[in-house]
Structures are given as structure tokens and as C-alpha cells.
């Protein structure tokens, strides 16, 4: 293991994951303090895993639990944040399948052989536990190391998975995606059905090595017209979110344009949904009926000047009140440009602001 000093957060955790300020607000319990993480903590815009990332390829560091251990812990020490986020990517459980596929810095998730057809759905097989050895290892490492501050696992759900799968890589207007969608539903409803059946495997054994929350990644739903989401969409998330719920821990359910369809992505089954910077905290709020919410600041905002920051995540604090339980984050997660002292920053005036109401 690389560094196996204990997060900086777990001095100010309770002892046990389940009792932390995130997992309360997941439940819409009180609170002694706003808790917040950010999207993409782990990642790009920390030095510390430009070095420890040197040379070795995206896909491949998910396969090695102690880089994975240590980049899921390099934010955890540097922010003092509520939660982890494991360091994985949306597209391991489809290479760890045996899918060709790679992710190509600055580009994003790139398919080798396309699926338009009946015949491509043949090497998209269930997820076996066995298939991910290194996930298991690294969330047990990571559950040993976190003290009290909780973990979550994630996975991406099937629409912006069979996105990636459909065009071959990522794309702005998602055509090919559609037009299978729309032309050939049977293959459509085939293909995401058997994307459920991994992401509902994918979060298992997270949940099942010591993860205590999940969240389920539909960053491109969006796309999506309500009816469509509603017909072509959403019973697949609403089947992992489930499968997921029979393991007893809160299900954070996101996306990226949603605000149109967030009150169809808190019946697919979400305790708290994600809302990005488009949407009012308080609309978002509205549109949820009742559940949590995870939110909501402009992941741009963070380079305008600090007092501008701080009137922003006041303003969001204040909105999130009014919710059952209020997670703060980003509207989507942390650009590769951010300066990490702000995130720092923006992280200890959360915690005292809302400590103050
Ligand atoms: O910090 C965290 O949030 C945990 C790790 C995490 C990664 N990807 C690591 C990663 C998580 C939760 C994801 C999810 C993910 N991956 C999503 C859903 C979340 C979202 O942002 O909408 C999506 C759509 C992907 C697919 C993907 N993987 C993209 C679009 C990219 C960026 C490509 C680029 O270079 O512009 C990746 C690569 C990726 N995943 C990186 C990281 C840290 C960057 C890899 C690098 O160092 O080059």
C-alpha cells in the first residue's frame, strides 16, 4: 500500500461510517453539519495522482487496489470531505467482461467494435464477483483505512453505459444511441437489461466488501425527452436501483440536464437524488417529493473569486434546509483545471456555515 497513514476526516468522523453526517443526510436523519463530497474528487485535479498515475493507463490503475486505495484516499486527506468515492470508472465492469475497450485521456471511453445488432449483444455476459478480484480487495483496504468516513461504490446506469457501447465513444447528440433506441427496441431493451444485470453486480460486490452508499451514474440521461426516459429508460435504472436496495444502503441516483426528469428519477427507486447547477436547489427540491438531495454548485463557479464562492454555497446551504437531507456537491464533478485550495476552502466553509443553524 502506498499510504497507509488514516484519512485527515477521521478525526472528525463518529467512529462508525453509519453514523457520519453523509449517511444521516442520505437518510434524512439531523445532522451536525452539511455533509459534502465532490464528484471526480479523485482524479485530475490533484497533483498527488498525476504522480502516482504516471505511466500507467486509466483501465489499468482500477486493476491495482493499492493505487486504487491510495486515489481514493488522496482527497479524503487534502479536503477533510464526508465521503469517498471509489476510484473506478464507469466502464471497468464492461472491460472486466472482456469488452474492447479503452479510455483515451482527454477523450473519454472509446468501444472497439460497436453494438447496433442482436448478434453484438452476444460477449455482453453477466458480472461475476470473480471478474472484479481487485474491487473487492480495494474496498475492504479502503473500508480498513477510512475509519469512520463512509465509502460509496458506484456504477453507471444503463442508458449512459449503452451510450458509450452504441456510438462506439463519447458523442454530444447520442444518434446512433437513439436511432437504435427508437428503430430497434427489442435490441435496445436486450441491451439495457443486460447493462442493468452488470451495474446491479458492479454495485454488489462494492456494497457487499464494506461500500455504505452507491451512486448510480446516468450523467447523459439528459439527452432524454421525459416520455422517451419513461418508456425506454427508466425501469431499467429503476432494476438496479432495486436489486440494490435489497443490500440496505441509501442509493444516490444523478445525472447531468435531468431537470426535467427528476421527479421520474426519484421514483426509480432513489433515497436521494443528484440535482446539477441548472436546476434551483429548491426546485430540485420540489421535484423530488420528499427524498434527499445532493447538490448543487457549478463546477465552474470554483474559479471565480472566493467571496462570489462562498455567497453561492451559502445560498445552497440555505436551499438545502428545506430538504429531508442535503448532501453538498457539485452540479457534476470537479474539472481538471480546478485549484484544489478552493475545493479545501469551499469544503471547511460548508461544515462551519451550516454547523451555525
Ligand atoms: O473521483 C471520482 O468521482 C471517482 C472516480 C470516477 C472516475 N470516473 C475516474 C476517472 C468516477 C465516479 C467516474 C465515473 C464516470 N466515468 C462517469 C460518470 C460521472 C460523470 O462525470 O458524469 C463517466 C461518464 C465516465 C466515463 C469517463 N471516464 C470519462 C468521460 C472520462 C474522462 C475522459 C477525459 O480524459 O476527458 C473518464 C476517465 C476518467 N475516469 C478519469 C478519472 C480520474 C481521468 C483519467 C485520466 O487521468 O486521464
Known amino acids: ?22 449517511l444521516r443526510a442520505c437518510r434524512g436523519e439531523p445532522v451536525p453539519h452539511t455533509p459534502v463530497w465532490f464528484m471526480r474528487q479523485a482524479g485530475r485535479s490533484l497533483p498527488e495522482y498525476h504522480k502516482v498515475r ?17 486515489i481514493t484516499l488522496q482527497p479524503v486527506r487534502r479536503y477533510a470531505v464526508d465521503a469517498a468515492i471509489f476510484y473506478s470508472d464507469i466502464m471497468v465492469p464492461l472491460k472486466a467482461i472482456g469488452l ?17 445488432t442482436l ?3 452476444d460477449p455482453i455476459r453477466p458480472l461475476e464477483a470473480a471478474d472484479v478480484p481487485y474491487v473487492t480487495e480495494a474496498v475492504r483496504e ?17 442508458f449512459t453505459l449503452a451510450s458509450y457501447l452504441v456510438e462506439g465513444g463519447p458523442s454530444r447528440d447520442h444518434v446512433a444511441t437513439k436511432a437504435l433506441m427508437y428503430g430497434a427496441p427489442d435490441v435496445w431493451h436486450a441491451l439495457l437489461s443486460r447493462l442493468a444485470g452488470i451495474s446491479s453486480a458492479f454495485l454488489r460486490v462494492q456494497v457487499e466488501a464494506g461500500a455504505s452508499a ?16 419513461e418508456t425506454y429508460v427508466r425501469p431499467h435504472s429503476q432494476a438496479v436501483l432495486e436489486e440494490v436496495g435489497r443490500l440496505g444502503v441509501p442509493r444516490i441516483h444523478f445525472g447531468v440536464g435531468t431537470g ?6 426519484a421514483a426509480a427507486g432513489a433515497d436521494v437524488v443528484g440535482i446539477d447547477w441548472r436546476v434551483p436547489l429548491s426546485a430540485g427540491i420540489d421535484r423530488v417529493a420528499g427524498r434527499a438531495v445532493q447538490g448543487n454548485l457549478d463546477p465552474a463557479l470554483v474559479f ?30 470537479v474539472l481538471p483545471q480546478t485549484d484544489p485550495d478552493m475545493l479545501a476552502r469551499l469544503v471547511e466553509f460548508v461544515h462551519t456555515e451550516s454547523a451555525r443553524h
Not at 142 to 158: Q, S, W
Request: aromatic share 6%.
Open 1 to 22: 500500500m502506498i499510504g497507509n497513514d488514516t484519512a485527515k476526516a477521521s478525526h472528525d468522523q463518529p467512529a462508525r461510517p453509519q453514523d457520519s453526517a453523509f
Open 304 to 333: 471565480a473569486p472566493w467571496e462570489v464562492v462562498a455567497e453561492k454555497a451559502r445560498a445552497i446551504l440555505a436551499d438545502g434546509m428545506r430538504a429531508p437531507g442535503h448532501i453538498f456537491n457539485l452540479g457534476h464533478g
Open 260 to 265: 426535467e426528469l427528476l421527479p421520474q428519477m
Open 142 to 158: 479502503l473500508v480498513r483505512n477510512l475509519g469512520g468516513t463512509p465509502l460509496i461504490g458506484f456504477t453507471g446506469a444503463p
Open 100 to 116: 474492447d475497450l479503452d479510455i483515451v485521456p482527454g477523450v473519454g471511453p472509446v468501444v472497439a467494435n460497436p453494438v447496433r
Open 119 to 121: 448478434t453484438d449483444l
Open 54 to 70: 504516471q505511466g500507467i493507463p486509466m483501465l489499468e490503475s482500477c486493476t491495482r487496489p493499492d493505487l486504487v486505495t491510495e
Open 214 to 229: 452507491v451512486q448510480l451514474f446516468d450523467s447523459w440521461a439528459g439527452a432524454l425527452a421525459p416520455a422517451d426516459y
